[in-house]
């Protein structure tokens, strides 16, 4: 019993040394074939032997890296050969495994293991009852990654030599201790594919850098917004500016139409016009560049434009005539009449 929680106890301070690498759950079947003290039967024609000589188990599968892993397990095993003798053995295993086949990538086989480890567990012994019985083990093992989508197929043999010559039910002096080899079939649930994981860490390792090229470009922008709120500002003094002398113009504008004489101002005559502008300044400008006395701006309400107009006429032949001279300054002279 104190050998069982050694055991045990050494199992579990492993585990927790390993918890932070890969654990997955483990089960296995197996078949066995005893070296004992009573022959072993190989006619496996007959299902008895097969049911005599079955067991399964399960437990946890640890890997390190790709060179080392381990497992441990919990198990039921048979062994007997029929109308002989038929025992159970309930074994507390942990095998460690060394990988002598190198790393492959995509193909039918990942890994080629040689297997070594301990355990105890209860066997039935004569008239029923049960002991202890510590063992060591040792065996080799295949695994297939790509058989199923939802672990790794595990095939294999192991060699159990046990320190009892108690497990076949009888003790024969000067003879070897019982032994059992083991062919079994197990399965690793492994999750996520090592691709499917591999790519998952890739993504998650572009992501971290995708935010951090989005942190530095936000604080390098930070700038240029700074710098653009800052010509806006700018931009929206001088708008504000150009608003408030555009208004001044037009009240200068204003003011300046309300200085030129209207048509309805004027006496009632004929008048030769020399020109018409939309506004009073470009008129002004006008009647400096022709220069001449006489010359008034009349501003006409109706139509919104302001005329250049020359002295006032009392009759239709002098303002003719005073047209014909006008025309020495523009073609387009013609009569009004206020």
């Known amino acids: 019993m104190k050998?069982?929680?050694l055991l045990l106890l050494t199992c579990s301070s492993l585990s927790t040394v390993l918890a932070q690498g890969e654990w997955h759950p483990y089960f296995s079947v197996e078949e066995n074939v005893h070296f004992t003290d009573i022959a072993a039967d190989y006619n496996y024609t007959s299902l008895s032997l097969f049911a005599a000589n079955a067991g399964m188990r399960m437990g946890g599968f640890y890997n390190h890296n790709e060179a080392l892993s381990g497992e441990i397990t919990l198990g039921v095993t048979g062994i007997g050969t029929p109308a002989s003798f038929s025992r159970k053995i309930i074994p507390v295993e942990f095998v460690g495994h060394y990988n002598i086949l190198p790393e492959q990538e995509g193909g039918m086989l990942s890994r080629f293991t040689i297997d070594m480890g301990v355990g105890s567990g209860l066997s039935e012994s004569l008239n029923g009852r049960f002991g202890f019985s510590e063992h060591v083990l040792f065996g080799a093992h295949l695994e297939m990654p790509n058989i199923t989508p939802i672990g790794t197929v595990i095939m294999g043999t192991r060699y159990t030599l046990?320190?009892?010559?108690?497990?076949?039910?009888?003790?024969?002096?000067?003879?070897?201790?019982?032994?059992?080899?083991?062919?079994?079939?197990s399965l690793r649930l492994d999750g996520l594919p090592k691709k499917a994981r591999e790519a998952m860490a890739h993504a998650e390792s572009v992501a971290a850098k995708l935010r951090g090229e989005l942190i530095s470009i936000n604080e390098e922008h930070k700038e240029e917004l700074k710098a653009l709120q800052a010509e806006l500002t700018s931009s929206e003094a001088k708008i504000s500016n150009l608003n408030d002398s555009l208004k001044a113009c037009i009240e200068l504008n204003a003011?300046?139409?309300?200085?030129?004489?209207t048509t309805t101002e004027l006496p009632k005559g004929y008048y030769v016009v020399i020109g018409s502008f939309p506004t009073k300044a470009m008129a002004d400008a006008y009647t400096e560049y022709v220069a001449i006395d006489g010359i008034t701006i009349a501003y006409e309400e109706e139509l919104d434009t302001y005329r250049v107009v020359l002295n006032k006429h009392d009759s239709l032949r002098e303002a003719v005539s005073a047209r014909d001279k006008a025309k020495s300054i523009t073609p387009n002279a013609w009569i009004a009449v206020y």
């Open 3 to 5: 050998k069982l929680l």
């Open 255 to 261: 003011v300046a139409s309300k200085e030129a004489v």
């Open 162 to 185: 046990f320190v009892d010559d108690y497990i076949d039910g009888m003790v024969v002096p000067n003879t070897g201790n019982d032994g059992v080899l083991r062919f079994y079939t």
